[in-house]
């Protein structure tokens, strides 16, 4: 079974690092303060209808039940106030399930494996790319979505609302901008608090624990055609360069200067990107689970002094994504992963 599945994840996974190039080179075009606005319902307008609790009176209350939102793409849409059956498309479906919301459509496939996927059921599989037709046999009352082929958006608007939405957004943005879209800002508010705090008491249960100031950490990891990457603004880093948490090397944090979500590698410059402690994270290809074995094998993988320390952690790297419920998991799995628990 899970060879079948494989190149369909490493079609995801490489579908995912391309869209997060598109995302990287359009989010310095877009000003964050658009998303922010968006979430807490500025800069957008309301279309109302009479409310049935209000029309019999004679007065002039009405309800809201549409609002204009403008995504990051710069498309204007009119979406429901509060939305009932999403359809949502993209690598970030655990921040629906964070703010307690359950599409009705998503591709399960990218759930697979994932630290949600026990709490995808009865959700309906659109699949990737995403099917029209099963889209529109689901009657949804907006569609959230990852890409950004305007030739899908085009189609995707003729069976309802559809916003394309910015998953690789840091986590407060997106959490907040999200929340908006649903209705849920409140929620939204609230677990961002909730994580702030649990996030705090990691760090300093792991510098309790033989943290030090100013320790420096990298993750890698291969993709195939044997395809070494360091990650930078994506998944487990996010978690690892924290305020309170473990510094980027130079190297790093060039990458992370540039807006990217991911860098490749080579093995002649290893060094200059490894840091006190290394990550890697295991991937789902059987070619690029063979790299991984001859990397830690190699003298220059050996030479490197976290390897001599013992400062190696591995952890699969579909455990790793961006979502607002992978990295609550990850807060309680980062101190098991580093023995300080």
Known sequence: MNKVRQPFAVLCVLFLMTTLLLACGNSGEQPAKNNASNATGNNTSATTVPSPETSDKGTNETAATTRS?????????????????????GETYGDLLALGVQAVGYPLSMGEGQVFEDQLQGVEDVGFPINLEKTLELQPDLIIYAGTDEADFEQLSKIAPTIIFDTFAPLKERILDIGGILGKTTEAEAWLAKYKTSEDAMWE??????????????????????????????????????????????????????????????????????????????????????????????????????????????????????????????LDELPQLLNMK
């Open 205 to 330: 249960q792991l510098k309790a624990a033989g943290i030090k100031e100013g320790e420096t950490a990298s993750v890698f990891t291969y993709y195939p055609g044997d395809r070494l990457f360091v990650m930078a603004t994506t998944g487990l880093s996010q978690v690892l360069y924290g305020e309170n948490g473990f510094k980027p090397t130079p190297a790093i944090q060039k990458v992370l200067d540039e807006g990217m979500g991911f860098q490749e590698v080579s093995m002649e410059v290893l060094k200059e990107y490894a840091g006190d402690r290394i990550f890697i994270l295991t991937p789902v290809a059987d070619e690029a689970k063979q790299s991984t074995a001859t990397l830690l094998k190699s003298p220059i993988w050996k030479g490197l002094p976290a390897v001599k320390n013992g400062y190696v952690y591995i952890q699969d790297i579909m455990k790793t994504s961006s979502d607002a419920t992978t990295r609550e998991w990850l």
């Open 69 to 89: 939102y403008t995504d990051y793409i710069g498309h204007t849409v009119e979406i429901p106030v509060n939305p009932k059956r999403v359809i949502y498309s």
